[in-house]
Structure formats: structure tokens, C-alpha cells
């Protein structure tokens, strides 16, 4: 089986940091892809950041030049550096990679969330 643990939620003033984590273990022959999504109360879940295995970076506008996603391939783990916090950034945030356990195919799997809060 394939597991992801987050790490570093938490409540931040505006204008804050925070960084998130998001460790992959178990079976894993190869990962396509990593992101971070987030679910605000009453709201859809929406992409954040994505990187692919080639590196290749995307964001969302809201959070564009203030959060910055990134990766360390050995440890099978992504993280979500977020400067200057706002509180419309106050959501669950949730770690998604897409993993190949053998060579072929590949299933997304998704984190247990981790909720940011930001006060004013």
C-alpha cells in the first residue's frame, strides 16, 4: 500500500509562513506528478500548486508569487512554502501524488489534510 503523511498546518497572523509537507511511503516505483489542493468551508476543492516529475511548476493565480511548491525525489516528499498569508488562504489543505507502483498505471492517493488558518 501507498500512504502520504502531511505535516505543518496551523494558525498564522496575516502576512504569516507556513510550509507543508507531504511524505510518500510504501510500494512506489515511480511518481508522475505531486500537488497541493485546498478546501475552504462551503467551497470546492481547488489546485493550488502542482510539479511534475519533470519539475515543471503550476499555480494557481490566488497564490501566485506567494507560495512556491517543491520536491525532494529521494524522500518521495513535497512541500508547500506559503509567504505573505492572507486569510482568504484558510482552508484544509490536501497533498495529492500520482503513483506508479509498477511500471505501468498509476492511481491517484491523497494526503489526510491538514488545516491552515489565517487570522487578520
Known amino acids: 500500500q501507498v500512504q502520504l503523511v502531511e505535516s505543518g498546518g496551523g494558525l498564522v497572523l496575516a502576512g504569516g509562513s507556513l510550509r507543508l509537507s507531504c511524505a510518500a511511503s510504501?510500494?512506489?516505483?515511480?511518481?508522475?506528478?505531486m500537488a497541493w489542493y485546498r478546501q475552504a468551508p462551503g467551497k470546492q476543492r481547488e489546485l493550488v500548486a502542482d510539479?511534475?516529475?519533470?519539475?515543471?511548476?503550476n499555480y494557481a493565480d490566488s497564490v501566485k508569487g506567494r507560495f512556491t511548491i517543491s520536491r525532494d525525489v529521494a524522500k518521495n516528499t513535497v512541500y508547500l512554502q506559503m509567504n505573505s498569508l492572507k486569510p482568504e488562504d484558510t482552508a484544509v489543505y490536501y497533498c495529492?501524488?500520482?503513483?506508479?507502483?509498477?511500471?505501468?498505471?498509476?492511481?491517484?492517493?491523497w494526503g489526510q489534510g491538514t488545516q491552515v488558518t489565517v487570522s487578520s
Open positions: 510539479i511534475t516529475s519533470g519539475g515543471r511548476t
Open positions: 495529492n501524488q500520482r503513483i506508479r507502483r509498477t511500471v505501468v498505471g498509476g492511481n491517484d492517493y
Open positions: 510504501g510500494k512506489i516505483f515511480a511518481i508522475d506528478s
